[in-house]
């Protein structure tokens, strides 16, 4: 007979595991800078104004709990992949466009990910060295077979290996899935150019390989919503047909309500019912259907023009503090001349710095300097603050000189 206590022993791994270091650290000097969520000056998370607001509108205006179909709130979808592509209104009448509400931007990828694996017969992964750690994960436990890294981050120039990556994608099998950072790239904070997107256009269009965009960042890169999906609007104008798994909850600062959509772009509308009776069933048989007040809520902003313009200026500046503290940052290890050159810190874009540390180095910080880091050394941005950017700073330099 199988028992609980025969399952393979495992340890935390990731963020859980240096998360949990960190809330038993009692030191009264500890910083986080482990997860990706928006922080005030104080430490403290931050939630927009906006979002309170249009939460209270939802709830008031809540009659029942009914469910929800499988593909979540048709409003909330549309303008979820108006957001990236701009005007729809014929496609998404043609269907050629449209959307699944899904649990966050991770249910997104998975729904994505079992439905290529089911119904496209899909077996091989490419996605960037580095990336966010579940990418890889997510595809193998849907089936994929061939789980592949394309090289992206050059860790001598650090600077994109963009040479590199076209290479591995050229070599790439036909019908091989590739996930895009759209922007803001995770963890290393640096984009294609628009000149190199269309370089990867083009080789993705003659291997016949299947692009599917992750974007869980809008208008943290570019500091520009529009600007920063040119690469997915791209994609489309060219004619592919792709996935996009999108995520809202760092532009919205909803981490907990898991607000996510699959965009699903066709080159016809011929069979789009029974498509969506695929990814109905695929949700079905992982949880039924998505949670309402989330959705309800980003609905309710998106599709209000008063809250739609008190969301995005709000949203601005967040965009704006976190590149002044990239300023600041920078010139603190500067001024304390921490070994190496720094202008790769206000060079990336998005919500992390990537510091490019060894293993040691983040070891190095946690235990002597009680800062909370992972992998590679990247951290939160607005997890640094005006009042420990100092602090962080000082620590990086010592770190470097006993750890080079």
Request: aromatic residues 12%; charged residues 20%.
């Amino acid at each position: 007979m199988v028992q609980f206590n025969n399952v393979p022993l495992v340890n935390q791994v990731g963020y859980i595991e240096v998360n949990t270091a960190f809330q038993n650290d009692i030191s009264p000097l500890k910083v986080d800078l482990i997860y990706g969520t928006f922080r005030s000056e104080d430490g403290s998370l931050y939630m927009l104004p906006v979002v309170k607001k249009a939460e209270n509108m939802v709830v008031n205006d809540t009659s029942s709990h009914n469910y929800l179909s499988p593909t979540g709130i048709e409003g909330f979808t549309k303008l979820a992949c108006k957001l990236l592509l701009g005007d729809i209104e014929k496609q998404w009448k043609d269907g050629m466009i449209f959307g699944v509400q899904c649990v966050g931007g991770t249910g997104a990828i998975k729904i994505g990910a079992e439905f290529l694996s089911r119904h496209m017969n899909c077996t091989t992964l490419y996605y960037p060295n580095p990336s966010w750690e579940m990418h890889g994960t997510v595809f193998s436990f849907s089936g994929f077979q061939n789980i592949l890294q394309y090289r992206y981050l050059n860790r001598e120039t650090k600077l994109i290996d963009f040479e590199g990556f076209c290479e591995d994608i050229s070599n790439a099998p036909i019908d091989s899935v590739i996930i895009l950072h759209a922007c803001g790239h995770n963890p290393t904070g640096l984009d294609l150019t628009k000149e190199q997107w269309k370089i990867i256009a083009e080789i993705m269009k003659e291997r016949q390989l299947i692009p599917f965009f992750d974007i869980a960042y809008q208008g943290m890169a570019s500091g520009d919503i529009e600007e920063d999906t040119w690469a997915i609007r791209h994609f489309h104008k060219e004619g592919f047909e792709f996935l996009c798994a999108q995520s809202f909850s760092k532009m919205f600062t909803m981490y907990n309500e898991r607000v996510g959509n699959l965009m699903v772009v066709l080159k016809s509308g011929h069979n789009i019912d029974s498509l969506k009776v695929h990814f109905e069933k695929i949700v079905r048989s992982i949880y039924s259907n998505p949670p309402n007040h989330g959705a309800r809520t980003v609905l309710k902003i998106l599709s209000d023009p008063e809250l739609y313009d008190e969301w995005s200026s709000s949203f601005k500046a967040m965009v704006n503090r976190s590149i002044e503290i990239r300023k600041a940052f920078r010139k603190a290890l500067e001024e304390e001349c921490a070994p190496r050159k720094w202008n790769h810190v206000t060079d990336q874009k998005g919500m992390f710095i990537m510091l490019h540390l060894t293993n040691s180095q983040v070891e190095y910080l946690r235990h002597f300097h009680h800062i909370y880091l992972i992998d590679y050394g990247r951290i939160n941005v607005t997890g640094l603050n005006f009042t420990n950017i100092s602090y962080v700073a000082k620590a990086i330099n010592d770190t470097l000189r006993k750890n080079i």
